[in-house]
T-cell receptor, first 108, second 114 residues
Framework: AQRVTQPEKLLSVFKGAPVELKCNYSYSGSPELFWYVQYSRQRLQLLLRHISRESIKGFTADLNKGETSFHLKKPFAQEEDSAMYYCALSVGGFKTIFGAGTRLFVKA | ETGVTQSPTHLIKTRGQQVTLRCSSQSGHNTVSWYQQALGQGPQFIFQYYREEENGRGNFPPRFSGLQFPNYSSELNVNALELDDSALYLC?????????????FGPGTRLTVL
């Protein structure tokens, strides 16, 4: 079965602290993984995708096929990072499966 | 370049009725996907249209149907509405050229079924 699991519904960290949002996937094929973000009163938007291997707004994510994980990390959280984060898996080039999301709250 | 738009913003229907939701894709995009997002959940894939043909479908019954028009605008139709159909419906457009490409999401239509 194809599935994306985000074990934390809410993650609260202090400004300047490291942050890691966890994502695990289940897929027998070659995975294409994404992180989407939704800031308050804004629409869902792509944050990064694993094939780009780039850092966006200081966030990085490494695909670990052995652990079937794609955790999102940032060394120093900022207040403006507070948002809803969704991990997503693309299947067959047309279907995207989203996790339930993790709400990140960065405290001043 | 205009972004993805959806109409209406909010909609209230009663059980058993039919509803049509509309989406206007980002300029130049040839693919649209529709998602259902229940409260507290991530978006669930309903189906995707590529150049006016259904390109793939999620685990939704046939009473969920769609259309994509030559100008790449799109509709989601839901027949025989049920209470569980109450959700935020999102469309996302992309320019697919042989592989998965970035999806751009609309603001969504909030459907309430009473």
């Amino acid at each position: 079965a194809q599935r994306v699991t985000q074990p934390e519904k809410l993650l609260s960290v202090f400004k300047g602290a490291p942050v890691e949002l966890k994502c695990n996937y289940s897929y027998s094929g070659s995975p294409e993984l994404f992180w989407y973000v939704q800031y308050s009163r804004q629409r869902l938007q792509l944050l990064l995708r694993h094939i780009s291997r780039e850092s966006i707004k200081g966030f990085t994510a490494d695909l670990n096929k052995g652990e079937t994980s794609f955790h999102l990390k940032k060394p120093f959280a900022q207040e403006e990072d507070s948002a809803m984060y969704y991990c997503a898996l693309s299947v067959g080039g047309f279907k995207t499966i989203f996790g339930a999301g993790t709400r990140l709250f960065v405290k001043a | 370049e205009t972004g993805v738009t959806q109409s209406p913003t909010h909609l209230i229907k009663t059980r058993g009725q039919q509803v049509t939701l509309r989406c206007s894709s980002q300029s130049g995009h040839n693919t649209v996907s529709w998602y259902q997002q229940a409260l507290g959940q991530g978006p669930q894939f309903i189906f995707q249209y590529y150049r006016e043909e259904e390109n793939g479908r999620g685990n939704f019954p046939p009473r969920f149907s769609g259309l994509q028009f030559p100008n790449y605008s799109s509709e989601l139709n839901v027949n025989a509405l049920e209470l569980d159909d109450s959700a935020l419906y999102l469309c996302a457009s992309s320019l697919v050229q042989g592989e998965t490409d970035t999806q751009y999401f609309g603001p969504g239509t909030r459907l309430t079924v009473l």
